[in-house]
């Protein structure tokens, strides 16, 4: 079993910056993507920012050049900070990682509960 524990969510004026951060932990062979996503309320889940293990990194363009995303391989964490954060922004974001259980076992995602990020204008 893996879990996904993410914090740092909360509320901020316009302008400011948050930084979230997810740990993933249980039975882990190996992750390869580690993300996060959003979801605003009547949309669909979308895509924040997600980085390989390889060190490849893809943002969504509403985040480029404000969200930066990084992983500690070692500790099975990865950080989104959020600056120049905008009500658009105001969303509950998932944590998301690519995790291979055991050798030879397909990876599969798993996600987190879900932190709420608020953006007040």
């Known amino acids: 079993q893996v879990q996904l524990v993410e914090s740092g969510g909360g509320l901020v004026q316009a302008g400011g910056s948050l930084t979230l951060s997810c740990a993933a932990s249980?039975?882990?062979?190996?992750?390869?993507?580690m993300g996060w996503y959003r979801q605003a309320p009547e949309k669909q889940r979308e895509l924040v920012a997600v980085?390989?293990?390889?060190?490849?990194?893809v943002y969504a363009d509403s985040v480029k050049g404000r969200f930066t995303i990084s992983r500690d391989n070692a500790k099975n964490t990865v950080l989104l900070q959020m600056n120049s954060l905008k009500p658009e922004d105001t969303a509950v974001y998932y944590c998301?990682?690519?995790?291979?259980?055991?050798?030879?076992?397909?990876?599969?995602?798993?996600w987190g509960q879900g932190t709420q990020v608020t953006v007040s204008s």
């Open positions: 998301n990682a690519q995790v291979q259980v055991a050798a030879r076992v397909r990876e599969r995602d798993y």
């Open positions: 980085l390989t293990s390889g060190g490849t990194t």
């Open positions: 249980g039975t882990i062979f190996s992750i390869n993507a």
